[in-house]
């Protein structure tokens, strides 16, 4: 816990009003979107500035207080969960839109900025900001910043890291940097992609300048219903090796359809059909009803039972919503669930489904599969009781399994979600102790005290400062 001196210190810099360190208030920081490990941090503080969040990490910094930067908390991998009770640093409160430039096509927000608030800020202008993950109307692009992002129109439009060009950032000395360019490619290193997608671990991004696309002219999209789910699997590596690069392409799998069906997404889809494919094509209103026609056709010589374009756009609201609520929707047939976050080149998606089938029965826990087939982009979602702790291992085991999987047939342990706490252990599963050390010494050089973010990521002391990890040992139960 903090001491007092601290304390005072801290309230200096950004004001009594914005620092919680009441056990009975601090408890709500206790863990991210990642629920199954929880610990609390020693307080919670709100800068509104740069140079509020440069002050008080100078005060970590020379006082040596562990620190970690938080969004709104939406991390699948546990990376803004403290596991040495840091310091939360939230940015929620600097949520500004500092500036857009429609003619260069660029916007200059602060990190707690919603992600789906810019599109909604720009629309009328027919602009949108093309990173959309699935929790797009909460999410902060800090946040997504730091995780490297994707979403259902990452497939055609690029990951967080493509949209980025600059950033403000306080390293973990307290030092403020700007790194990337606002036009052109900046010179040297790629200091800004190195910060892209480190996961809070190399300092703290203050101001994030991000490209902004025009709306583009014609958008179709298309539901295709499958009876067996391997030829929904096999039509998205069709489409691709037609030369189709849809805007999106996302599946979701018989148990998922079952969730949101009983959600406020209701769409109706028949009880009997294995998958569904969600895909939609956008580009100039001359070419798109011709690359609709034939994703049509890619989707009947794989025996799909109906492919239909949406009629209006509040149809297409809706199939798009019960796509990106899909997760909560499986809160309606599970107490609990473990979202996994694994990348397999796509060819591999039938026996890479066939496989999580059978470990599914093996484990004897139900998985939900809802996930951006487009880029090979698994999301098997595993659902157990938490009040059961028996059931909690065997739901981390079978994760841990699909992730071996993954990296098994040329994959990797995260797309999109980072690896945070929940994967740490699966970083020498990918990587040899070369790597490790290499990227451990990258580390040290943004933050040579160990002090920001620790315990993430990389999974032991790789260097001396670097902070020991928890280890978590999971046991596979004798009768499986
Ligand atoms: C229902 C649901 C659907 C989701 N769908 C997707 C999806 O489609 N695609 C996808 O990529 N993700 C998805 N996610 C995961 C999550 O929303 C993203 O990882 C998101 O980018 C996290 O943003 P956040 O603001 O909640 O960050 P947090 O969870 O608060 O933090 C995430 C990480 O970023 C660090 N961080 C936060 N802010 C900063 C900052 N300003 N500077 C430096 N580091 C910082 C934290 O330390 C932590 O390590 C989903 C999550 C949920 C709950």
């Not at 300048?209 to 014609?218: D, G, M, N």
């Not at 889809?269 to 026609?293: K, N």
């Amino acid at each position: 816990m903090l001491d007092t001196q601290s304390i005072q210190a801290i309230q200096c810099i950004v004001g009594e009003h914005n620092l919680l360190y009441d056990p009975a208030r601090i408890k709500a920081y206790d863990c991210d979107g990642y629920t199954a490990e929880k610990a609390e941090p020693s307080a919670v503080v709100f800068p509104e500035t740069t140079e509020q969040v440069s002050l008080l990490v100078q005060y970590f910094y020379q006082h040596g207080i562990a620190f970690l930067p938080r969004g709104a908390g939406t991390g699948l991998s546990g990376g803004a969960m403290p596991t040495h009770h840091e310091v939360i640093i939230s940015l929620v409160k600097m949520d500004k839109i500092l500036s857009i430039d429609y003619e260069n096509h660029r916007a200059v927000v602060q990190p707690g900025f919603v992600n789906l608030h810019l599109t909604q800020r720009i629309a009328s202008h027919g602009f949108y900001y093309a990173p959309d993950p699935s929790s797009q109307s909460v999410c902060t692009i800090g946040g997504n910043v730091a995780e490297n992002s994707g979403g259902s129109h990452c497939l055609k439009y690029g990951v967080t890291t493509n949209h980025v060009v600059a950033i403000k950032c306080v390293l973990p000395t307290g030092q403020i940097v700007e790194l990337g360019e606002n036009f052109g490619d900046a010179v040297g290193y790629d200091l800004l992609g190195v910060v892209v997608g480190s996961e809070g671990t190399l300092g703290i991004v203050t101001e994030i300048t991000v490209k902004i696309l025009k709306k583009p002219e014609s958008v179709k999209t298309l539901l295709a219903l499958f009876d067996r789910i391997e030829d929904a699997s096999d039509t998205v590596s069709a489409l691709i090796r037609h030369g189709i690069i849809p805007a999106a392409c996302e599946m979701m799998d018989k148990l998922t359809l079952y969730a949101v069906d009983k959600s406020h997404y209701h769409v109706g889809y028949p009880d009997d059909i294995e998958a569904v494919l969600l895909i939609e094509v956008d580009g100039l209103e001359a070419g798109v009803d011709d690359v609709a026609a034939e994703v049509v056709h890619v989707c009947t010589a794989h025996h799909v039972r109906t492919v239909n374009l949406a009629a209006n756009d509040a149809e297409r609201d809706l199939w798009w919503k019960s796509r990106k609520m899909a997760f909560p929707a499986i809160g309606r047939i599970s107490n609990d669930y473990l979202v996994q976050d694994g990348v397999i080149p796509r060819s591999q998606l039938t026996h890479v489904l066939e496989k999580i089938a059978e470990l599914s029965q093996k484990f004897g826990l139900r998985v939900a599969n809802v996930f951006h087939a487009g880029d090979g982009n698994l999301h098997p979602l595993i659902c157990y009781d938490a009040r059961n702790p028996e059931e909690l291992q065997r739901a981390v085991m079978l994760g841990q399994q699909i992730l071996e999987l993954c990296v098994d047939v040329g994959g990797s342990i995260t797309g999109e979600h980072g690896v945070g706490i929940e994967k740490i252990q699966h970083m020498a599963y990918m990587y040899n102790q070369f790597d490790l050390e290499a990227q451990s010494r990258l580390r040290y050089v943004f933050d040579p005290l160990g002090l920001c973010n620790p315990g993430k990521i990389l999974p032991t002391p790789q260097s001396c400062g670097d902070r020991p990890t928890r280890h978590v040992v999971m046991s596979i139960p004798s009768s499986l």
